[in-house]
């Protein structure tokens, strides 16, 4: 029975040892992550900033080229998903009106009519 107390205490101050290791002596460190690394919930809080910057200054090419940050994905589904997960979460109207701002937008968007810069 001695045996088994002390295996358990063994382990359990092992788990303690290694978690005391991993989150006071040397824990993990994210330096330049990728913001298609972010949640659901902070790609849609990115998303609204964009169309907020969006309205301020009216450059669709510049907004595109911030939610190219966020992945693969075109732009125009990254947002309409942003506009998905708000609906449910139960975002403001304002917010919602501006997302769906930068949607409308972005259907009539065409890359190759932009004028390139020199």
């Known amino acids: 029975m001695t045996r088994w107390i002390l295996f ?5 101050l092992g788990a303690a040892a290694g ?6 002596i040397n824990p993990v460190k994210y330096i330049d992550t ?3 690394s972010l949640r659901i919930d902070y790609i ?3 998303v609204l900033m964009v169309a907020e910057a969006y309205q301020a ?9 911030r939610l190219a940050l966020l992945g693969d994905t075109p732009p125009q589904e990254r947002v309409l998903n942003a506009i998905v997960f708000a609906l449910e979460q139960k975002y403001i109207e304002a917010d919602l009106a501006l997302m769906q701002k930068l949607a409308d937008d972005l259907q009539t968007w065409n890359p190759s009519l932009e004028i390139p810069y020199p």
């Open 19 to 24: 978690m005391y290791y991993g989150w006071v």
């Open 44 to 46: 849609t809080d990115y």
């Open 57 to 65: 200054e009216g450059n669709l090419d510049l907004a595109v080229r």
């Open 34 to 36: 990728a913001p298609d």
């Open 8 to 12: 358990l205490i063994t382990i359990v």
